[in-house]
């Protein structure tokens, strides 16, 4: 009686297993990434006192994001993520310069196939600031918020983990003046998928 009990008891074990090894990936997934970002005007230069030099790119350097994904049908998905992105000069003794922004990304995705998802979408950035300090410190400008498409491919290394190559097309417009500042940019991303 107590044998066939854990033989029942086994096998309803191993078919729920089986059933949940089976069952299509989650309709809601969170995401967390970290990118490298280049390109976008010069927005400043930096001499230090042993005569090498630094910038700022509108377009660099580090993006770290995290959000989630929405599936849609089986090749459809939507990804919302909102991040950290800045560049700044090595720090001195006398001083840094640092252009930090919170992007804002919602991305179409579609899946050529279990590896390689093709997306497109819009960047909205807010808060953008040029900000210095120490003998930097008199460098200040504080940007309008503003929206920009992208582009991106990505390949999944495994169903939690991908690789992505993305472009986005980005306008910066210091508040008070007329000035636009070209904040076109490429990216290397990599992604965690919850």
Known sequence: MTIS????????????????????APAVRPLVGFGLTFGGDTLANVQYSDGTTDSIKAGG???????????????????????????DTRGSSNGSLRFSRYP??????YSVNDRVRLGAGAQFVSS???????????????????????????????????AKLRFVSHTYKPKGTGLTIDG???????????
């Open 61 to 87: 350097l580090a993006h770290l994001y995290a959000g989630a994904e929405f599936k849609v049908g089986t090749e459809m998905a939507i990804q919302a993520t909102i991040g950290y992105h800045v560049d």
């Open 104 to 109: 804002i990304d919602l991305i179409a995705l």
């Open 5 to 24: 009990r854990c033989l029942i008891g086994a096998a309803l074990a191993a078919s729920t297993l089986a059933a949940q090894a089976q069952s299509p």
């Open 184 to 194: 076109n940019h490429v990216g290397l991303m990599l992604g965690y998928y919850f």
């Open 128 to 162: 953008a600031k040029l900000a210095g300090s120490g003998v930097a410190s008199a460098v200040a400008a504080d940007f309008q918020s503003s929206t920009g498409p992208l582009v991106e491919a990505e390949y999944l290394f495994t169903p939690n983990l991908g």
